[in-house]
Antibody, heavy 119, light 108 residues
């Protein structure tokens, strides 16, 4: 079964850091670009970051540049998101998502991990 | 940034009837548009990509159309499990992907 399982969410103070993980199974992880998408409480979906299959290409939404770092370990079938200098507006459920037939088509999603930034 | 605007924000439809959801892009995205369904407490699910191609396992009652800046998601004969929030998303402006704000499809 194709599956993505996120972990690492939790409560963190403004200015703090958190590292999210996404464990992939059921497919050849090293063949796919991966993404992080977030959803603030009661709000819509927002693309956060993407990384190509070999980590050659990495992209971020403007509001995350310089604060978030996406990475992957193909040997461990894992995707990561290091989040620094967290703000209240970063509070959201963070989903990892696998690309499909084309870049940007989010074919497979994890169940999400909740991040709350509050003092 | 390409802005995606969905209408209506909420659509009330009776089971068995059809529903038409709209999505407009602030500039042309060609056919590089996807639709997702999200139920409460669940992750989004890919329904349509390439504006009109159903994803694997998606029932034929879901269909997509449009190109350029105007897109439609049509759901014929609504089932109880179809009541959810639907998002459109453009992937033409790679990699600056953007989503619409969503349309909530509720039971009338």
């Amino acid at each position: 079964e194709v599956q993505l399982v996120e972990s690492g969410g939790g409560l963190v103070k403004p200015g703090g850091s958190l590292r999210l993980s996404c464990a992939a199974s059921g497919f050849t992880f090293s063949s796919y670009s991966m993404n992080w998408v977030r959803q603030a409480p009661g709000k819509g979906l927002e693309w956060v970051s993407s990384i190509s299959s070999t980590s050659s290409y990495i992209y971020y939404a403007d509001s995350m540049k310089g604060r978030f770092t996406i990475s992957r370990d193909n040997a461990k079938n894992s995707l990561y998101l290091q989040m620094n200098s967290l703000r209240a507006e970063d509070t959201a459920v963070y989903y990892c998502a696998r690309d499909g037939v084309l870049f940007g088509i989010f074919e497979i999603w994890g169940q999400g991990t909740k991040v709350t930034v509050s003092s | 940034e390409i802005v995606m605007t969905q209408s209506p924000a909420t659509l009330s439809v009776s089971p068995g009837e059809g529903a038409t959801l709209s999505c407009r892009a602030s500039q042309s995205v060609s056919s590089n548009l996807a639709w997702y369904q999200q139920k409460p407490g669940q992750a989004p699910r890919l329904l349509i990509y390439g504006a009109s191609t159903r994803a694997t396992g998606i029932p034929a009652r879901f269909s997509g159309s449009g190109s350029g800046t105007e897109f439609i998601l049509t759901i014929s004969s609504l089932q109880s499990e179809d009541f959810a929030v639907y998002y459109c998303q453009q992937y033409n402006n790679w990699p600056l992907y953007t989503f619409g704000q969503g349309t909530k499809l509720e039971i009338k």
